[in-house]
């Protein structure tokens, strides 16, 4: 109750220019009170709201509005309070003296609590990021991630996990990544020594995010291979998981799980995030075409993707009518955007499922071609290029990628007929797996079904059942003399 | 700390003049004596403390893993390579900040990616090849390893063992030579899908033997299903059509019943 009545005498000494200020500041202030709840009763629930709520004002947060709130949780002149004031700006003397003349008059003395405490870290902490000071964000994050060492409540972990974000964040934008690696691995210790899950799951993604970001993907397998899993608190830190998985995946060659990680991670991510979603789609697009089949075109036209994706789309052209001469000039056109997507290594790669999709179309197309034709028309331009067609259609013969026979003698290769495919047991095969997933599909639909709990209470009075009867009695003979009457 | 390295100088000294008179067994004992020498220092990884000598002590070491690395290909040794390679990785990542680049390290790294290639480990060969930076892809030992991987991944053999006269270095010849063996194997298993036949002459050609002798030999160890005939050797032979193929009657019972199962189920 004290709280409201500051609330409401603090708008009126402040001058006109403040005038949006105290909103955002009585926003705060209400945040501040629903952290100071949910610590005294240990609900995580109520501190996951207060930082969604706070993720909402984001926008709104102007260093005097940060210098008010700050006076109003932490008491003036206490240390944590000089700490993270002295992070803050000094921007308009007058302003702060005049808020803090006034609140200081009037807020008793508290003790912070250590909830408050981070969750003030966190904001000054945002705000710098968002105003670009990015040498202070870093000062300020490692000044908060020492104090958060000594603290081991359950209810700090959300903000923990929050500012663990942050500290990376202001980290990789000064370009130090490599210096925070040690603190990350032994904040995830900490983490999983005190079973903070979420706390662990965000410390892992920063750390795969960390050994990425220097392409270390052996180091971040190795890590990713021996940490310990288990169900994702967070849906965005489930996404991040799942694309740094595909990336892992994809440089490893297996390009199968990659495609259902990225895949994955794309469908899951909101629909806000369209960077992060852009990303996804890049590489699954790329992943696809290295597993040989080509992304439809409904994938490059989605909202919002189209110019990020261009590049990727005109590589999908080249790769899926088989040219490499078309497909050397795609990939050098856009080799700027490639290298900054990191995507450059794999794209090598695809030269050769250029040349597969290629002889591909050769093989349908032609029942008898000379390998001198096949190489001019695969465009291959290197020193000897029959000998390096033969050698190549004879390694796609030999994996299953056309069905032919050379011709040595002659120089010439010959495609077999395809047979008619219904003869055999082909469509069978793949009837019975769809239907094995739509039966499948509704079992587990049927086993999902909720009903409304109360349903069974209602249990029919006995005069109610006599009714019924009755109804049902008169219906079936009316129903009987109609059958007559229709003659 | 300074008769220390002294005494590591001299002995790597003599280590290096037998590497040259390719005088093996005294080089192997030298080298295992200067690596536990080398347990001495404190500025090497994995401590890299700032002792008044790092430079000139990190400089040795590097020079005397690389040297071990040289060594182990003469002797052929694989997996002598693997370990002083890896011993040898961080100097070139972690401490190339504070170190002169050395002469031989884009040689020392395409032989590790040749190796790799070699004993057919093509994830780990993409790994290491995403963690060198652009100018190092341009560096001609590494773009000769990196091009002899798109042309056995193409299918180009012909290309693989013609970049065998194309050696930057004399030490790459050893690991050309085991790959010359690989491709060998991977030819005749596509000339046996592709081909139905091939001359003597044509097979001896394809398969790069020098004498008809050894391509026979080579069939009778490798491939003995393969038929000679009048010169000719057919890889199938005529293979008699299935009669009629068996309905898999069983496995069609099963799916039905299940069908049958399910529907009733569905109210």
Same mark, same amino acid.
């Given at each position: ?256 799980? $990659? ?13 806000? $995030? ?97 390998? $001198? ?22 390694? $796609? ?35 019975n797996?769809r239907i094995a997933f739509c039966l499948n599909m509704h079992n587990d639909a049927v ?41 | ?253 099963n799916q039905t019943l299940s069908y049958a199962r399910e529907l009733e189920r569905i109210v």
């Amino acid at each position: 109750m004290t709280e409201d009545v500051e609330m409401k005498e603090l708008p009126a000494p402040s001058n006109s220019a403040t005038s949006s200020s105290p909103s955002t500041l009585n926003h705060l202030k209400e945040i501040a009170s629903l952290i100071e709840t949910g610590a005294y009763a240990r609900e995580v629930r109520r501190i996951v709201r207060a930082v969604r709520l706070t993720m909402a004002l984001r926008r709104k947060l102007k260093a005097q509005v940060l210098c008010a709130f700050l006076n109003f949780a932490l008491s003036p002149g206490s240390e944590p309070h000089n700490r993270l004031a002295a992070h803050l700006p000094k921007e308009d003397e007058h302003e702060m003296e005049f808020d803090t003349a006034t609140s200081v008059s009037q807020s008793p003395v508290k003790h912070p609590l250590p909830e408050l405490e981070i969750y003030c870290y966190l904001l000054v902490l945002i705000y710098l990021i968002d105003q670009k000071k990015y040498s202070e964000a870093k000062a300020c994050s490692s000044a908060s991630v020492a104090r958060l060492k000594n603290l081991n409540r359950r209810t700090v972990d959300v903000l923990a996990s929050r500012l663990y974000f942050y500290y990376s964040l202001s980290y990789e934008l000064t370009g130090d990544l490599a210096e925070i690696r040690g603190n990350l691995l032994a904040l995830h210790r900490i983490a999983t020594l005190r079973h903070d899950e979420l706390g662990q799951e965000t410390l892992l993604n920063l750390l795969l995010r960390n050994y990425l970001h220097y392409n270390l993907y052996d180091q971040a397998e190795k890590l990713r291979s021996k940490a310990p899993r288990f169900e994702a608190h967070s849906n965005q830190q489930f996404c991040r998981y799942l694309f740094y998985l595909g990336k892992i995946r994809t440089i490893q060659l297996e390009y199968t799980d $990659a495609k259902e990680s990225l895949l994955q991670a794309a469908r899951k991510a909101p629909v806000a $995030a369209l960077g992060f979603r852009v990303q996804c789609n890049k590489w699954a697009i790329i992943v696809r075409l290295l597993l040989g089949e080509i992304p439809e075109r409904t994938v490059f036209m989605q909202k919002g993707m189209e110019n990020a994706l261009r590049p990727y789309f005109e590589l999908t052209n080249a790769v899926r009518i088989g040219d490499l001469e078309l497909f050397k000039s795609v990939a050098e056109k856009f080799s700027t955007t490639f290298s900054s997507d990191r995507t450059h290594n794999l794209i090598v790669r695809l030269r050769h499922n250029v040349i597969r999709t290629g002889l591909r179309n050769i093989s349908i197309s032609y029942s008898r071609i000379s390998l $001198a034709d096949v190489a001019k028309k695969l465009r291959l331009d290197t020193a000897n290029p029959v000998a390096d067609a033969e050698s190549i259609v004879a390694k $796609a013969i030999r994996d299953g990628a056309i069905d032919a026979t050379i011709d040595h003698a002659n120089g010439w290769m010959v495609s077999k007929e395809t047979g008619d495919i219904y003869s055999t047991n082909e469509p069978q095969i793949a009837f019975n797996s769809r239907i094995a997933f739509c039966l499948n599909m509704h079992n587990d639909a049927v086993r999902a079904l909720r009903f409304p709990p109360n349903s069974h209470k209602e249990k029919e009075s006995a005069e109610k059942r006599r009714e019924r009867q009755q109804q049902e009695q008169e219906l079936a003979k009316h129903i009987a003399e109609e059958d007559d009457d229709e003659f | 700390m300074d008769p220390q390295l002294t005494e590591v100088s001299q002995l790597f000294e003599r280590f290096k003049a037998a590497c040259v008179r390719e005088d093996v067994d005294t080089g192997s004992n030298l080298l295992s004596k200067l690596k536990v020498m080398l347990t001495g220092f404190r500025s090497l990884p994995p401590l890299f403390e700032d002792t008044p000598n790092a430079i000139h002590e990190l400089t040795l070491a590097r020079d005397i893993y690389e040297h071990a690395v040289l060594l182990s290909v003469k002797i052929g040794d694989q997996d002598a390579f693997e370990r002083d390679f890896f011993q040898l990785k961080p100097y070139y990542t972690d401490a190339s900040g504070r170190l002169p680049p050395s002469s031989q390290e884009y040689m020392i790294l395409g032989l590790n990616l040749l190796r790799l290639l070699v004993q057919n480990r093509i994830a780990e060969f993409h790994t290491e090849l995403e963690l060198l930076s652009p100018t190092a892809l341009e560096n001609p030992c590494i773009k000769h390893a990196v091009e002899l991987e798109q042309s056995f991944m193409e299918g180009a053999y012909n290309r693989v063992l013609s970049a065998k006269q194309t050696v930057p270095y004399k030490t790459y010849d050893y690991f050309m030579d085991l790959l010359a063996k690989t491709v060998r194997d991977e030819i005749a298993g596509c000339s046996e899908k592709a081909y139905d036949y091939l001359s003597i002459s044509d097979a001896r050609q394809t398969l790069l033997f020098s004498s008809d002798d050894e391509l026979l030999q080579y069939i009778n160890e490798e491939h003995p299903e393969w038929e000679i005939k009048n010169g000719v050797v057919i890889f199938q032979k005529a293979k008699e059509s299935a009669p009629c193929k068996e309905i898999p009657s069983l496995q069609l019972i099963n799916q039905t019943l299940s069908y049958a199962r399910e529907l009733e189920r569905i109210v």
